[in-house]
């Protein structure tokens, strides 16, 4: 198109020419003739030699030859490989996969062999061995292989038992199973009661629940829930059917109705006879 026809174009009143384009040569869906928009991308999202925006081709490279994970035929641009070592074995540090220098040595300046590079010794000038303990045993936090301080305690502060420096374990309990309240793990002191003073089976020291009863179904005063002693009688001394020990009721009469003498209520004896010796029906008579 020449700078004639340029200017000799007719536009419709949304813009676009008889070819669909606007005055700056892109389509409806913002790509020119040959396909890209005005960044220079296709509609699959890549430039006119093949890469997107994020510098990639279809492949995966970008135009270095490098993957994205900043690879090239299994090396990085400062030729170490995946795995962070160079075609010497050597990574970015200058450690081979074993931890070792070009000449032999560790990060901390250690050969293989255990020998400090400075001090010539099997300690570097802080007091520790290839494997970070002293002469001890104890590495720059003070602890031993197994964890343990000069007092035996872990980095948690637990001994090998299990038990902190105030004698209790993870749970708070101590070697005798009880915490710093002094309750078991049930809830029960050394004595075998609970916070409220009573044991397993609902008693307290004295042998009472909480209700007052002991074990009998007695309270200290020796009477059940219903007021009856062992022998079934109340603390005046009557059983449930209100009689006392000898048999007899609160009126002095038995359960035949007969009192210690042998009268009843109106005084006379099972033969009929009063203390005077007369008969009832005698008595009415005269």
Do not use: C, P, W
């Amino acid at each position: 198109m020449g700078l004639l026809d340029r200017f000799s174009r007719t536009f419709d009143k949304y813009g676009y020419d008889l070819d669909g384009y606007d005055k700056k040569g892109f389509n409806k869906n913002g790509y020119d003739k040959k396909g890209y928009d005005e960044n220079g991308f296709n509609k699959n999202g890549y430039d006119k030699k093949g890469f997107n925006k994020n510098g990639y081709d279809k492949n995966g490279y970008d135009k270095k030859g490098y993957d994205k994970k900043g690879y090239k035929g299994g090396h990085d641009e400062d030729g170490h490989d995946f795995k962070g070592y160079n075609k010497d074995g050597f990574n970015k540090n200058g450690y081979d996969k074993k931890g070792y220098d070009e000449n032999g040595y560790d990060s901390r300046g250690f050969s293989i062999n255990g020998i400090h590079i400075d001090t010539r010794i099997a300690f570097d000038k802080d007091g520790f061995n290839k494997n970070g303990y002293d002469k001890k045993g104890f590495n720059k936090n003070g602890y031993d292989k197994k964890g343990y301080d000069e007092n035996g305690f872990n980095k948690n502060g637990y001994d090998k038992k299990g038990f902190n420096k105030n004698g209790y374990d993870k749970k708070g309990y101590d070697e005798n199973g009880f915490n710093k309240n002094g309750y078991d793990e049930n809830g029960y002191d050394l004595n075998g009661h609970n916070k409220k003073g009573y044991d397993s089976n609902g008693y307290d020291e004295n042998g009472y629940d909480e209700n007052g009863y002991d074990s009998n179904g007695y309270d200290s005063n020796g009477y059940d829930e219903n007021g009856y002693d062992e022998n079934g009688y109340d603390e005046n001394g009557y059983d449930e059917n209100g009689y006392d020990e000898n048999g007899y009721d609160s009126n002095g009469y038995n359960r035949l109705g007969y009192d210690h003498i042998g009268y009843d209520k109106e005084g006379y004896n099972q033969e009929g006879y009063n203390k005077f010796n007369k008969k009832k029906n005698e008595v009415h008579s005269d």
